[in-house]
DNA sequence: TGTACATCAGTGAACGCGCGTTCACTGATGTAC
DNA sequence: TGTACATCAGTGAACGCGCGTTCACTGATGTAC
């Protein structure tokens, strides 16, 4: 490697960095606010910078979307996959209750998850790696039923299983009237629900 | 009733026909187009009258696609009471089948619940009246978990399916390159083996 | 019957705003000679 | 060492667009006398 390379390398890691900064700020943002109210002035401003400069890392608002979205969906594969490999034979029940707990406390790629799914105005690429992320954390839930189940329909049991962890976050999300513990605790009983029922 | 009442009753009548007119226009542009891209305009196209009168009729946006979405609610809460009432002892695979593929076949009205739930903008009183409505809807599965269970924890059973089946939909809409009758068929697939572990 | 007036559905044009995006520019840093 | 130039992060202002909403107006219909 020559000197111009590695000087050219440290410029790449910097404006790579640079990047992680404005992904960074999305994600603050997109905890604060709606996904459709999120704007690039808004993410500038959370990230102390002019909203042009944003158009020099990111060719649109989409695709800036798109990669934070994705940022937090590895940090939810890397977390699921830790508390398998530390917990030998863990109990689907421990994993629902941690996997509800990080969709509340991490809402803001929940929704933007949901976003992508339900909007029809994504490109095929942009879909096709979300969908690749997806099947990476669905192949954690894979490791799980088939050590519990004798081994026939592990992605599909994985699948329900996810759909329905979702689906209990989003309908009851909004529950009105009801504190933010209250309705934590009513999205884990459901859980409790649910994983029981996926143990026989 | 004097005569000068029932005249004005009449012209009441073909007002809220009118406001029907509108309410339905915009059904069918919510199944064609995403949420978030629907404006007032379309819907005035689609009913064919100019985008000023909708204000005639309805306050804001928000009203006329809050109403829409109720409309849309009333009318699976009657399929699926009917459903109920029709078959005796129905079993729940049944009930799921026929969901999922209403909730598939009406997207709009799922997608609009959705977004109400996922978005924060939503009025108090409006979302208090769009849970009302999904009380009903989870009455009517209380029914079926009434008769299955023996009677105890049956509106937790009925969040906890709801909440299951949602979740399918929304999670597995938009599978990649896949059509529309394979995304459909994966879905029943998934709803049956939900509906199977809630039998026990 | 005729006339002046009230009511109200309906309209096209316009307002005002906020957004994504682009542009012309600055200023710092590195490079060639 | 000094100088002319290239590169590129970063900026504020502006563009262009589409949206929700409002406004001034028309025209039909009913009413009072």
Sequence with gaps: MTKGDSFNKLKEQERESRRDLIIG??????SKKS????????????????????????????????EA?????AKIVEFIGKLIDDNNNIKIEKVTEH????????DQYFRMMTHFMLDGSLSKEKIGSLNSGERVLLAQFDRIFAKM???????MLSHAY??????????F???PGRS?????????????????KFKK
């Design 25 to 30: 700020a999305a994600e603050r943002v997109f």
């Design 35 to 66: 996904f459709n109210a999120v704007t690039i002035r808004d993410i500038a401003k959370e990230a102390g910078i002019s909203h042009a400069l944003i158009y020099r890392y990111f060719p649109d608002q989409q695709s800036l979307f798109v």
């Design 69 to 73: 979205c994705m940022r937090r969906g």
């Design 99 to 106: 996997f509800i707990k990080f969709l509340v406390d991490n």
């Design 149 to 155: 189940s004798s081994g026939k329909n592990v992605r």
């Design 162 to 171: 996810f759909a329905a962890m979702n689906g209990i976050v989003i309908t």
């Design 173 to 175: 999300r909004n529950y």
């Design 180 to 196: 933010r513990e209250e309705v934590t605790s009513h999205m884990q009983e459901l859980g409790r629900i649910i994983a029981l």
